[in-house]
């Protein structure tokens, strides 16, 4: 099992926060079961050869773009794996697609369906260079392309300070600030937010609370659940037990204890 790492380009950082690849032997009868939870952040997912299968997800196709979940879903791996994977940040995917987002909430859908302008050729070049950094040099050779005929996007700033501003109040901060910040009415803003980030503030501030206590988990030691609830922003027990239930299917002790969780977002 082999994961590898890139970030990208001083023009492409604005908008992409990484690129990973993964590939995994397994011996022949052997398989393993991967939870993947929400983390806030968009993706763009190449599969070469085999696909994993999961439950309550359909990846019919070997390019699928992950917006936003905010359920949880397992991928079942028997066979060899080979991934590649462009990590978008929250905002960052819109200036590549100029679609509403949350019509894509909690699926798996193949890019061709929400974008002509990549091909089958993007997909076969990305095959055919078996080195993780020639794959980088692909992708990024495309969405430059993309790029540079999307660059008049409206509102593409302005979530942007939202987001940031999600990420230094670790999601503890209420929709109301956001949207004055926004000098948005909260109803305009609601619609916005859904329509450029894929998903309602509502959910998303708890998306991001919750990673945030999977970030605090990571990187302290000694803390309790009590503790660890209240520094991540929770009023009490039963609403940080009933996040962790909603995003992961798992109680906290559950999922600290099952999963080797980080937190994509905060990391």
């Known amino acids: 099992m082999s994961f590898q790492f890139a970030y990208p380009s001083s023009k492409l950082k604005p908008y992409i926060k990484q690129y990973w690849g993964f590939e995994n032997v397994l011996e022949k009868g052997l ?6 939870i929400p983390s806030g952040l968009p993706e763009l997912i190449f599969y070469f050869d085999k696909r994993p299968d999961a439950q309550n997800r359909n990846l019919e196709e070997n390019v699928l773009l992950n917006v936003q ?7 079942i791996i028997s066979e060899n794996l080979s991934i590649f994977s462009v990590t978008f940040h929250p905002y960052g995917i819109r200036k590549f697609l100029n679609i509403p987002l949350h019509e894509l909430q909690n699926k798996s859908v193949p890019l061709a369906y929400v974008d002509k302008r990549w091909s089958n050729l993007v997909e076969q070049k990305l095959e055919g260079s078996k080195y993780f950094q020639g794959r980088v040099e692909i ?37 109301d600030t956001l949207a004055d910040d926004a000098c948005l009415s909260r109803k305009q803003f609601e619609r916005k937010f859904s329509e450029f980030i894929g998903i309602s503030p509502k959910q998303y501030l708890k998306i991001i609370r919750f990673q945030y206590a999977i970030h605090i988990k990571n990187k302290t030691t000694g803390k309790n659940l ?33 999963c080797n969780s980080v937190s994509d977002f905060f990391e």
Not at 69 to 75: E, G, I, M, P, T
Not at 246 to 258: A, C, H, I, R, V
Request: hydrophobic share 35%; aromatic share 14%.
């Open 69 to 75: 979940q905010n359920d949880y879903y397992d991928l």
């Open 226 to 258: 009590t503790e660890l609830a209240y520094d991540s922003g929770y009023y009490d027990q039963s609403h940080f037990i009933g996040d962790f239930k909603m995003f992961s299917g798992l109680t906290p002790k559950q999922l600290f204890e099952q």
């Open 139 to 175: 992708i990024e050779a495309h969405l430059l392309r993309l790029l540079y005929s999307n660059l008049n996007q409206r509102d593409f700033l302005r979530m942007r300070c939202i987001i940031d501003l999600i990420r230094k109040t670790n999601g503890s901060i209420d929709i």
């Open 31 to 36: 398989q393993y079961s991967q939870r993947i």
